[in-house]
Nanobody, 128 residues
């Protein structure tokens, strides 16, 4: 049973932009904090950004702060990751994740084990 589906990845030149979209099922999205993670070839999966249930609280990894923006549209069960000023080191598979249950508080949720549902990932490749 598919809960999260990401799309929007692709090949882009350094300095370019991409917007990733994650469409979630109602069960895993409603009231839940959401996050984006990424995993480069041969690397551990790492935190990119997170957003609380209302969209009023967001957190970013230092490496993407000022370049990436996470947002959500609760009416569409969708979370976005706008990526600007892309660098070759941003190349990775990007994963959308959900805490999977309603939670009306704020936290950074920066570790993979804090999320219960994951998408299949979308490849982002930034050429130099």
């Amino acid at each position: 049973q598919v809960q999260l589906v990401e799309y929007g990845g692709g090949l882009v030149q350094a300095g370019g932009s991409l917007r990733l979209t994650c469409v979630a099922s109602e069960r895993t999205f409603s009231g839940s904090a959401m996050g984006w993670f990424r995993q480069g070839l041969g690397k551990e999966r790492e935190f990119v950004a997170s957003i609380n249930w209302s969209g009023g609280s967001t957190y970013y990894a230092e490496s993407v702060k000022g370049r990436f923006t996470i947002s959500r549209d609760n009416a569409k069960n969708t979370v976005y990751l706008q990526m600007n000023s892309l660098k070759p080191e941003d190349t990775a598979v990007y994963y959308c994740a959900s805490r999977g249950f309603p939670e009306f508080r704020s936290s950074s949720w920066q570790t993979t084990y804090e999320y219960g549902d994951w998408g299949q990932g979308t490849q982002v490749t930034v050429s130099s």
